[in-house]
């Protein structure tokens, strides 16, 4: 059975810093595409970054480029997301995912497995 839990969200000013962590359990993050999702209420789950099984491709949306980092440590089997320079617009619920076909993608609905998420808060 597969399980999915992130960490690492938090309060933080407007210019800080945060690194989430994603860890998972009965599958391998190197096996899967993962990627970064965040949503807020009343909003469609978005997608903000992914990562390709062998970890040497990366893909971000606009709005967090040059900001955010995704990375993993397979021998840890956990997912991070780097989050720099945050800002008020960033605040929502953040989640990873695992999508079992490689091609990357943005697109929720294409991800097989989900953690129940972490929230993100940034004060201005």
């Known amino acids: 059975q597969v399980h999915v839990v992130e960490s690492g969200g938090g309060l933080v000013q407007a210019g800080g810093s945060l690194i989430l962590s994603c860890t998972a359990s009965g599958l391998n993050w190197d096996d899967y595409l993962s990627g970064w999702f965040r949503q807020v209420p009343g909003k469609p789950r978005e997608g903000i970054s992914c990562?390709?099984?062998?970890?040497?491709?990366?893909y971000y949306e606009d709005s967090v480029k040059g900001r955010f980092t995704i990375s993993r440590d397979d021998a840890k089997n956990t997912l991070y997301l780097q989050m720099n320079d945050l800002k008020p617009e960033d605040t929502a619920m953040y989640y990873c995912?695992?999508?079992?076909?490689?091609?990357?993608?943005?697109?929720?609905?294409?991800?097989?497995?989900w953690g129940q998420g972490t929230q993100v808060t940034v004060s201005s």
């Open positions: 995912a695992a999508r079992a076909l490689y091609l990357p993608s943005l697109e929720s609905k294409s991800y097989n497995y």
């Open positions: 990562l390709n099984w062998s970890g040497g491709s990366t």
